[in-house]
């Protein structure tokens, strides 16, 4: 139950994402069949969350001149970040943003971006989730396939 518990928490913090919970969770002997739905479901609620935030705690914080000043570096991050992709391709650039599993580019950045550049909390939601499933795919199966190598090598 303890590392359920912490693969969610992994799973929703901005630092580690889908890229530190699978892992995680996998090394704990969790089946990759169960680690993906897991941490996917736990980080794509990131999306609403973190839109929720932005429309409430948001505007009380942005008070304090040390939220200000951070917030402000962090949204012009993520401004530079997803500007071209969501001009070019809408919705769907904020999708491909989360799903490639970088340090910056999870459900955190691309929610916050496309907050920022005016996407519809919808929209925003379905991309974020969508791009969180390929995401954890992907971490998933570089995760399998090491683990299928590092065995092949240690049984030699």
Request: one cysteine or more; a positive charge.
């Amino acid at each position: 139950m303890r590392d359920v518990l912490i693969t969610v928490i992994l799973s929703m913090l901005p630092i580690s994402e889908l890229r530190g919970a699978i892992p995680y969770a996998m090394s704990c002997g969790t089946p990759w069949y169960a680690a993906w739905p897991l941490c996917s479901a736990a980080n794509a609620a990131v999306a609403p969350a973190c839109w929720i935030f932005l429309c409430t705690f948001h505007k009380l914080f942005l008070r304090f001149s040390f939220y200000e000043t951070f917030f402000n570096r962090f949204v012009d991050k993520a401004r530079k970040k997803l500007k071209n992709g969501v001009e070019k391709w809408g919705a769907f650039g904020v999708a491909l943003f989360v799903a490639v599993p970088l340090p910056l580019t999870g459900a955190w950045t691309g929610t916050l971006g496309a907050w920022v550049l005016g996407v519809s909390k919808l929209k925003t939601i379905v991309a974020v989730i969508c791009g969180v499933i390929v995401s954890g795919g992907l971490v998933t199966a570089v995760m399998s396939l090491g683990i299928a190598a590092l065995r092949f090598f240690v049984k030699g």
